[in-house]
């Protein structure tokens, strides 16, 4: 059984910026591949960023220069530091892990991420 588990959401002005984490524990000691999704309101589940543990990444275009996600691995963690926040980055965003180099089979409880104008 895997668990990630997520903090660092809220409720912040347009402009201001927000850290989240998250932590895998359980059977993947150390997932090779862990990211974030978001899904706002009425709309599908999109990557946001991920990396894998050889410090690849990728960014989805509307928050490339904006966001950057880093890791910990030896702690099995990932955060996603967001500036600049936007209206448009209102949604509930989610962790993502797994063992190869696409979306993984794990997720989290998620987190609401709320930009007032």
């Known amino acids: 059984q895997v668990q990630l588990v997520e903090s660092g959401g809220g409720l912040v002005q347009a402009g201001g910026s927000l850290r989240l984490s998250c932590t895998a524990s359980?059977?993947?000691?150390?997932?090779?591949?862990m990211g974030w999704y978001r899904q706002a309101p009425e709309k599908q589940r999109e990557l946001v960023a991920d990396?894998?543990?050889?410090?690849?990444?990728a960014y989805a275009n509307s928050v490339k220069g904006r966001f950057f996600i880093y890791r910990d691995n030896a702690k099995s963690s990932v955060f996603l530091q967001m500036n600049s926040l936007k209206p448009d980055d209102t949604a509930v965003y989610y962790c993502?892990?797994?063992?190869?180099?696409?979306?993984?089979?794990?997720w989290g409880q998620g987190t609401q991420v709320t930009v007032s104008a």
């Open positions: 993502n892990a797994g063992p190869g180099r696409s979306t993984g089979p794990y």
């Open positions: 990396m894998v543990s050889d410090g690849d990444s």
């Open positions: 359980g059977s993947i000691a150390s997932p090779n591949i």
